[in-house]
Each structure stands twice: as C-alpha cells, then as structure tokens.
C-alpha cells in the first residue's frame, strides 16, 4: 500500500495532498500508516486534498515483507490489504478520519477526488459515501470530484453535515443528494459550485421536498454548470423570491436553467462577475424581465460572454442578437471576454458593434472572416486585446501581389504600432494545400504589433502553415525584419 504526500512537508505546511488506495481506509492500513513518520501533526494545515486510488493487484498478492516506513519521496509502503466485514469498516473509516482531525487541528477545508479507474464493489460503496460525508463534517470547505464513477449512485448520511460555507461537486448521474446537500447548508453557504448537474433535478436547488422556497441569504459565488436533454428552459420557480440577495459572483458557461429572472433576483446592488452563455431564448427572457437597465447592477465589473443559438435556431440575426444585447451589458460594465459569433454576411456590422468596448480581452468571432486591414483595425481599436479567434482572413485586394518587394514597409508606414497586448491569434482553416495567404496576414500583423508572438492553427495544419512561414521569413523583402518575426516559430 502507498500513501503519498504530494508536497514537501514541514511544520509551516498549510496544505496537503494525500494519495491513499480506497483498501487501506477501509482495511485499518492507512491509519496504521499515518501514525507513522511523516505523518505528524500539522498545525497549520488549514486544507487537505485526498485523492483515492486503486490498488494494484500485483501488490495485493504480494507478502508483507516490505512493511516499512520509506522516507523517500514521502511514500510509505506496505503490501498486506485484508477485505474487512462491513462493521469493521466503518470502525476504520472513524479511526481514520479521527486521525485526520489530529493530525489537522486547524483544518479548515477537505478536496475528495477519486482516479479514473475507480470501480467500488457491493461492499465499499455505500461506506465510501459514509467517509465522503464523516470528512465534509469536519470542515467549513467541501469538495468532492469522482470522474466518472458510479458510487455517487449511493445515498449519503448527509444528514449530519451542516455548517458548510464551500461546496463543489460534479454530477455525473441523475442523483439529487448534493443538490440537498446544498439546501441542507443554504443558510451559511457562500460558494457554491455544481458541475454537469441534470435539468431534472436543478430545481432541487431551490425547491424544499414540501415544495417550499430555499434561500441563500449568504452566498457570493455560484458556478451552475447545467446540461440540458430537452432544451427547454424549466418554468418559473417562485415568482418575486429573492433566493440569492447577497449574489457577487454568477456563472452559467453551458446554459441558463430557469424560465424566470430567478437569480437575478435581489443582487443587482451585490453582482460583480457575470459569466453567461447566451441564447435568443436568454436574451428574450432578460428583456421581458428587464434585467439589465441603465442603473441596474453598480458594482458589475467584469463580464464573459459566449454565444450558444441551438435552443431555438441557428440564424445570423439570433447571433447578432445575442452579440448587440451582451455589448448592451457591458456599456454598464467592461466585457472582458467574448466568446461567440456575429454575422457572416457583415463584417463591418461586427466590427462596430464590438469596436466601441475597450475593455475586451479575449475575443472569439467564429463565423466571420476579415481581412487584414479589418484585423488590424480591430486590434488597434481594442488596447487591452490579448487573444483572437477567428476564420481563415481573406486577403485584401492590396495583398494580391506578384512580389512580396517593399510590402512589409508599405503596412507599416501605413498602420505605424497598434495594439500592445496583442499576443496570440487563433486561426481555424482546414483543407488548404497552400499555406501563403494565412501566412503572409500573420508576418503582416507582426509588424504592427509589437507583442504578437503566437500564431495557432488546427493541428493538421500546423507542420505546413510552419514549413510556410518559416519559408518566408527567408525571402529577401522580410530580411530586414527576420529576427522579430522569428519568435513566431518557436
């Protein structure tokens, strides 16, 4: 049996990492273990991240000639794993969580993660999920992550832990206990974060089992990372309830669950982040509710955006919707982020609608495809522009040339430097045998901008959009300029 120490330990350690097979918990070895050199006490350990794993079964065979403590590499090894009775393991899962506490007094937050090759039997399973919840009882900060496994399909003894001001659990099933979990904590949560939680049970969330409204009276952050079968908004919960008034920090990346304004509700004075994922059916519900207005939301600072039409359709007008509602958020608060779409048929309609936003950062345009005096220009009008994504460019007609002679001094007399934090352009192409047009708005854009050092294409892509542009560099009319341009090789 191996239990690992992922970091470096002594007595100013305020974090550990523990890796521990699932029989040693529950065969009494990883206690026997953790008594030993170096598991001492540590006072300041304030979070604990346990990451259970699989045993090899190769070792199990093996005697238990090698029960030793190894200092090397912080791995303590012994090879005897006994299958208990269930009454013993649950004995050895107090001792071993008793032994946490001391070893922990001031420990404040617990992380569970099982390994991707997980599989509980008949006999662990329902004792895991009794270990799960004895360590959230300890701590104010809980969370807990099983890539994939089916033990969550076990109903935990939550009842007991409460207190909670951090939870984060991912869903992989359609099992509701941390949703109660959740509830069972709403009035000291302040952070909540539930990753591919099912539509069906969302409403859990904020719905007692007698049907009756929860309220988070503290929470500031809430990641909501929802999928959806069906692809319809659930229908409203509790018209006028306030159930997150105290709300800072709001995060939907995959799609807006309910079919009201519900978390919106009462935080427009507290909101600070803003991450959504939009649709047209999104966009028609915060107009209807009137969410954001001129002097809604103060304190909003930072919002991200992307775009998502497949709710209702998949037309240029729902994107362009989509986009001219978010840049309506973000006249009240600087859009760092845009991830999304505009239409194809009007580069100059997308370009204008973002322009004005000096603060976006990242910009991701999917469906549109711009020239280089059109890249250049939207770098130059975005100071804080770090990362684009685009199409494939098209070349402008001045760029259809027959010799590339005195083509690097005529862009740069004419556009001087622009865009200082420009670093990476991501160009999606697929399929073209000649690399020499993406390549030349690349060397182009790179004398403009000082700072433009990454140029990433699709993988397939990569080995000759490289042999290209390395080509190119060489020619005469880019010698004067080939050291610069060189970093984008590397």
């Not at 991450?275 to 304190?299: E, G, N, Q, W």
């Not at 362009?320 to 580069?347: K, N, T």
């Not at 990569?462 to 005469?476: P, S």
């Amino acid at each position: 049996m191996h239990i690992r120490l992922g970091y470096p330990i002594h007595d100013l350690t305020k974090e550990l990492v523990i890796e521990v097979p699932e029989a040693g918990i529950f065969g009494g070895q990883a206690l026997e273990r953790l008594t030993l050199s170096p598991y001492k006490e540590f006072p300041l350990v304030r979070k604990i991240k346990l990451f259970v794993s699989m045993d090899d079964e190769s070792e199990v065979a093996e005697t238990d000639e090698t029960d030793e403590v190894v200092e090397t590499d912080k791995v303590v090894e012994a090879n005897e794993i006994v299958k208990p009775d269930l009454q013993t393991i649950k004995a050895n899962v107090c001792a071993f969580v008793q032994r946490v506490i001391e070893m922990a007094p001031m420990l404040r937050e617990i992380s569970v993660e099982l390994d991707n090759n997980y599989d509980v039997d008949e006999i662990t399973t329902p004792h895991f999920g009794f270990l799960v919840m004895q360590l959230a009882q300890l701590v104010s900060r809980f969370e807990y992550g099983d890539h994939g496994n089916t033990f969550i399909l076990t109903k935990f003894p939550i009842e007991g832990v409460c207190n909670l001001v951090s939870i984060k659990c991912r869903f992989e099933v359609d099992d509701n206990q941390f949703t109660i979990l959740a509830r069972q904590n709403a009035t000291t949560l302040e952070h909540l974060s539930l990753e591919s939680i099912p539509e069906t049970i969302i409403s859990s969330l904020v719905q007692s089992s007698e049907g009756h409204s929860v309220v988070y009276p503290h929470l500031q952050t809430l990641k909501l990372c929802a999928y959806s079968n069906t692809g319809r908004l659930l229908l409203p919960v509790f018209p006028g309830a306030a159930l997150f008034p105290k709300l800072e920090s709001l995060v939907l990346p995959n799609f807006y669950p309910f079919g009201d304004d519900l978390l919106f509700r009462g935080n427009s004075a507290t909101l600070k982040h803003l991450v959504l994922r939009f649709s047209h059916d999104l966009v028609t519900l915060l107009r209807r509710y009137k969410i954001f207005t001129a002097t809604s939301h103060p304190m909003l600072h930072f919002v991200k955006v992307s775009y998502y039409d497949g709710l209702v359709s998949d037309t240029f007008a729902d994107a362009d919707e989509c986009m001219l509602f978010s840049l309506s958020v973000g006249s009240r608060a600087p859009v760092r982020e845009i991830h999304g779409a505009a239409s194809i048929e009007d580069p100059a309609k997308a370009l204008e609608m973002i322009g004005n936003h000096a603060d976006i950062q990242v910009l991701k345009l999917t469906r549109i495809r711009l020239g280089l005096k059109d890249i250049i220009s939207l770098v130059g009008s975005l100071p804080l522009l770090s990362d684009l994504h685009t199409q494939k460019p098209s070349l402008d007609s001045e760029l259809v040339v027959t010799t590339y002679d005195g083509l690097p001094e005529s862009v740069c007399k004419a556009y001087g430097q622009v865009g200082r934090r420009f670093r990476c352009w991501f160009i999606d192409y697929y399929g073209f045998r000649d690399h020499w047009d993406v390549v030349l708005c690349v060397l182009l854009l790179a004398l403009v901008c000082p700072n433009f050092d990454c140029a990433a294409t699709p993988p397939r892509e990569h080995t000759g959009f490289m042999k290209q542009m390395e080509d190119t560099i060489a020619l005469d009319a880019f010698k004067e300029y080939a050291p610069r341009l060189r970093r984008l090789l590397f």
